[in-house]
């Protein structure tokens, strides 16, 4: 008996029974190859469908060229798509899931470095992608693409697809045509809200006549309340429950945020959760046909059941979950919440390799992506087990630990610290990040399950290394602040001018080691959560905190996460003072001298402690070689990065045993 009775229903669509309430949610993963779907993507996608995910709305179709928005798009207008798609929808649909793809065009909001094409929109209104502006359509052009939506949907039919999402969030091109402030038509496209209505009705009910009563039909929309000018809940819900009467529409999924209320779309930790059942809510009183799905921030089968229970709606989106965790729903089924590795809401290596046109991964999945490589967040059993011991329990020898045991080999990890997770559990105690902590509590149940022998307080040196049974050893004892406080725009000087006076790291701010007085100066070399965050750490507990980083603007690496504008609204409220474009000339003790990289002007402002969080140097207590030991060094020790590349080197040199 699973704990989560109705989100494990069925729940039919168009004579197509859902296994579940839990869907795979359309989102654009940007892996085709040449515009066409290949290897990594079909995996990408089974493996949520063998995970038990009741239905997947694939990456989003453009459906014309003026609706291009990202390099790694597949082929529109083509049917050269349909046999390549067909290695993708049939070994889904044997796995038990249903699929359908989503249809888009994005109207003004475009990218010309991407389509080299005008973006058109029902108006002509500016582009929140890139600076530009966008061709108000003529009528033969409305016509022409409502003809390339109906075209793309008998297409993903002939490619397996048991149905389209017909794409009207974000203020994409339908939503555009939904509201007035970006629809200012006179003819019968504008106007009154039928005729506002009148292409997305059309469309859809022109797929229906296409490709019949079988096909399901989604429709995913959005909602925002950052600006006036975009649909409120009210608006919303009468424009679906339009949509709703005339049969023609399955579910509707619910998103959140749009291309004016960008960090949003893909909320990262610093938003709350369930951030659409307001508006779910009040289409479930609206419409008679449509089953209702939210999304955005969904991250837990608690929170799905919840919003099923209650009536909130019939279906959840659960995307970077099922990222995170592929195996989600079949855990859940299995009752095994508790074994789910949940998403921590970064966006690093989803949104953030999205953003940077790249393949998406995950931060604590590094198989998301690889799957057709790796196979999987299902590991093969070791013919030869050995025994293994890994120095060190941050995220590369948590990782290579706990997939080393899935494989069969019976591990040791230890750790000189009182706790696992080095650094990253450190990130966990800033401001909205304990999501980090509650990965840590997964670890340890994984590691009592797999009977992986943890040691911590436990610092080894090389001789007892020597004494250990482990033939194979993994290094991952991580890396640590720059004694010397380097710079990186400082160069000619190797070590802070002014050092003799006590400077303190980020870990130590945290581990509450440090001395610090009521003003602080903190310079963020990084541009990123360590340095920021802190600072977010300090002003919560009422320091006066100057903010001192070389870029532009502050968090300028976590801009690629859409939690840079909420980083900086929250520093800014509790009265953080940013120095940006300026480095630390010297530090007295009692103030800092600062440069300003624009113009060399220098000024000294006063302080009670500095903070400098700049790059980390590797840490590695071994000689080069242990004598007897096949040795890999894997995360920090190797060279110090991001969370993200030592979960990588963890299962990758757990795999390769």
């Known amino acids: 008996m699973t704990p989560h009775p109705r989100l494990m229903s069925p729940l039919t669509l168009r004579g197509h029974t859902l296994r579940n309430r839990i869907v795979f949610g359309a989102h654009t993963a940007n892996m085709s190859d040449q515009g066409l779907p290949g290897p990594r993507f079909s995996a990408y996608l089974l493996e949520r469908a063998l995970g038990g995910a009741a239905m997947i709305v694939a990456e989003p179709m453009p459906v014309h060229r003026t609706g291009v928005l990202t390099r790694g798009n597949f082929l529109h207008g083509t049917d050269d798509v349909i046999p390549h798609f067909r290695k993708v929808t049939e070994p889904v649909k044997e796995a038990g899931a249903v699929i359908l793809q989503q249809l888009y065009h994005i109207g003004a909001h475009g990218d010309s470095d991407l389509s080299f094409a005008p973006h058109w929109s029902p108006s002509g209104g500016p582009s929140y992608h890139d600076s530009d502006g966008s061709h108000a359509m003529t009528g033969a052009e409305v016509e022409e693409l409502l003809q390339a939506h109906v075209d793309a949907a ?15 969030a974000y203020h994409s091109l339908l939503d555009q045509f939904w509201t007035p402030w970006s629809n200012s038509r006179t003819d019968q496209w504008g106007g009154s809200l039928e005729n506002r209505t009148r292409f997305s009705r059309l469309l859809i009910e022109r797929i229906r006549r296409a490709c019949g009563e079988d096909f399901i039909i989604g429709l995913a929309i959005s909602y925002s309340t950052a600006y006036s000018v975009t649909l409120d809940g009210q608006a919303l819900t009468e424009i679906v429950a339009l949509h709703d009467a005339t049969g023609h529409v399955d579910y509707v999924t619910c998103g959140f945020g749009s ?16 951030l659409t059942t307001p508006l779910t809510t009040l289409l479930k009183s609206a419409v008679k046909h449509a089953a209702i799905t939210s999304e955005a921030h969904i991250r837990t089968p608690e929170n799905a059941e919840t919003i099923i229970a209650s009536g909130e709606a019939d279906l959840v989106s659960i995307v970077r979950g099922q990222i995170a965790d592929p195996h989600l729903a079949h855990k859940t089924a299995e009752g095994r919440a508790s074994d789910i590795r949940s998403c921590i809401s970064c ?12 393949w998406i991964s995950c931060l604590i999945n590094p198989s998301a992506g690889r799957e057709w490589e790796w196979g999987g967040d299902r ?38 610290a009182g706790q696992i997770g080095g650094q990253f559990r450190l990130a966990g105690m800033q401001p909205r990040r304990a999501q980090i902590l509650d990965l840590m509590g997964w670890y340890e149940r994984q590691f009592d399950q797999l009977g992986v022998t943890l040691r911590l307080n436990t610092f080894l040196e090389a001789n007892d290394i020597a004494a250990h049974p482990a033939k194979t050893v993994l290094i991952a004892t991580g890396s640590l602040p720059d004694p010397d406080a380097r710079q990186r725009w400082m160069p000619q000087e190797p070590r802070l001018p002014g050092l003799d006076h006590a400077v ?24 990123n959560w360590r340095g920021a965050g802190t600072a977010w750490l300090l002003a919560e507990q009422g320091k006066t905190v100057i903010l001192v980083t070389p870029d532009a603007y502050v968090g300028k690496e976590i801009t690629r996460t859409a939690a840079d504008g ?20 010297r530090w007295h003790g009692n103030g800092a001298t600062l440069r300003n990289l624009l113009t060399g002007a220098e000024e000294t402002v006063a302080g009670s402690a500095l903070v400098m ?15 007897g030991k096949i040795t890999q060094r894997i995360g920090d020790c190797a060279a110090p990065r991001q969370a993200a590349y030592a979960f990588h080197e963890g299962r990758k040199a757990a795999l390769a045993l």
């Not at 293994?388 to 494989?407: D, F, K, S």
């Not at 909420?566 to 300026?582: C, D």
Request: proline share 6%; net charge neutral; aromatic share 10%.
């Open 154 to 168: 008998v297409r993903c039919q002939k490619a397996g697809f048991q149905g389209v999402e017909v794409w009207a």
């Open 259 to 274: 291309y004016l209320d960008f960090e949003g779309i893909i909320p990262p930790f610093t938003h709350a959760e369930k």
């Open 347 to 358: 966006n690093q290596m989803c949104w953030g390799r999205r953003s940077r046109d790249y």
């Open 379 to 416: 590991f093969t059993r070791s013919a030869a087990p050995e025994q293994l011991l890994v120095i060190g329990a941050g995220p590369a020898g948590l990782e290579a630990a706990r997939v080393a045991a899935e494989r069969g080999h019976r591990v040791e990890i230890a750790e000189a």
């Open 504 to 527: 303190w790291s980020p870990e130590e701010v945290i581990r509450r080691e440090a001395r610090l007085g009521d003003t602080v100066i903190l310079y963020d070399e990084g541009g």
């Open 566 to 585: 909420p980083l900086r609204r929250n520093l800014a409220r509790k009265g953080v003072i940013f120095k940006t474009e300026h480095c630390i000339r």
């Open 613 to 627: 969080a700049t790059t980390t140097l590797a840490f590695d207590p071994f000689p080069e070689r242990l004598p």
